[in-house]
C-alpha cells in the first residue's frame, strides 16, 4: 500500500462517510434506548 500524500486538503473517502454513519446510528440507539427506560421510571442515579 502507498503512504497517503501529505496535503493538508484532501477531501475525505467513503469510509470517513461510514465512520459518521455509524456514529450517528450508535447515538441514535442510545436516545431511543434511554426514552424506553424512561417507560420503567428507570433514573440515572440508579
Known amino acids: 500500500m502507498s503512504p497517503r500524500s501529505s ?3 484532501q477531501t475525505p473517502d467513503i469510509y470517513v ?3 459518521f454513519v ?3 446510528a450508535l447515538i441514535t440507539g442510545i436516545v431511543f434506548l434511554v426514552l424506553e427506560l424512561y417507560k420503567y421510571q428507570w ?3 440508579g
Do not use: H, Y
Open 7 to 9: 496535503d493538508s486538503n
Open 17 to 19: 462517510g461510514l465512520l
Open 22 to 24: 455509524s456514529l450517528s
Open 43 to 45: 433514573s440515572v442515579a
